[in-house]
T-cell receptor, first 114, second 114 residues
Framework: AQKITQTQPGMFVQEKEAVTLDCTYDTSDPSYGLFWYKQPSSGEMIFLIYQGSYDQQNATEGRYSLNFQKARKSANLVISASQLGDSAMYFC???????????FGSGTRLQVQP | DAMVIQNPRYQVTQFGKPVTLSCSQT?????MYWYQQKSSQAPKLLFHYYDKDFNNEADTPDNFQSRRPNTSFCFLDIRSPGLGDAAMYLC?????????????FGPGTRLTVT
């Protein structure tokens, strides 16, 4: 069975600094995808970044990058140059070939301080 | 812009009074999902449609039903809402397949049960 673990319920970061949000996963499927979503207080889930299990390079999207360590089964999100608007819940999610839907971790609440 | 729309954004219903939440999409995606998200928790999949094929999660209560009359629309029916059903309900869509496709989320409907 799939499992996603986010061990940081809450994180604080100073504006303009970088922050890493941790995510570990467990699956027996060699083919899977890892996703990060941002959920502001308004409730909408916003897609940030995707990493495929066979991708050779770490994914990057603007200020977001994914530190993918396959042997450790970790897929940490790195946000560079934090902005006040980055304050939100962040969810790590996974999909493998056996399931169309995403399995979500418990989330990390990030607060960016001025 | 192509998008996922949920109506209403906020819904108040009485204990035991049936309620219907709606979702529509302009993305022409094959798959539509309904998630339940309780406060400070991860989204939990209730069920999904692959075209007209309905896929129920094993632990989804019978109190929750869904209809998909066409590609664009999907409804969530709660037959007899209890206080424990108060939550954010998120609709999402994705193309067919289990690859890198992200799920596109609507803004959610926040349900209050009085």
């Amino acid at each position: 069975a799939q499992k996603i673990t986010q061990t940081q319920p809450g994180m604080f970061v100073q504006e303009k600094e970088a922050v890493t949000l941790d995510c570990t996963y467990d699956t027996s499927d060699p083919s899977y995808g890892l996703f990060w979503y941002k959920q502001p207080s308004s409730g909408e889930m916003i897609f940030l970044i995707y990493q495929g299990s066979y991708d050779q390079q770490n994914a990057t999207e603007g200020r977001y990058s994914l530190n993918f360590q396959k042997a450790r089964k970790s897929a940490n999100l790195v946000i560079s140059a934090s902005q006040l608007g980055d304050s939100a819940m962040y969810f790590c999610a996974m999909r493998d070939t056996g399931r169309r839907a995403l399995t979500f971790g418990s989330g990390t609440r990030l607060q960016v301080q001025p | 812009d192509a998008m996922v729309i949920q109506n209403p954004r906020y819904q108040v219903t009485q204990f035991g009074k049936p309620v219907t939440l709606s979702c529509s999409q302009t993305l022409n995606h094959n798959v539509m999902y309904w998630y339940q998200q309780k406060s400070s928790q991860a989204p939990k999949l209730l069920f999904h449609y692959y075209d007209k094929d309905f896929n129920n999660e094993a632990d989804t209560p019978d109190n929750f039903q869904s209809r998909r009359p066409n590609t664009s629309f999907c409804f969530l029916d709660i037959r007899s809402p209890g206080l424990g059903d108060a939550a954010m309900y998120l609709c999402a869509t994705s193309p067919a397949g289990t690859g890198s496709y992200e799920q596109y989320f609507g803004p959610g409907t926040r349900l209050t049960v009085t």
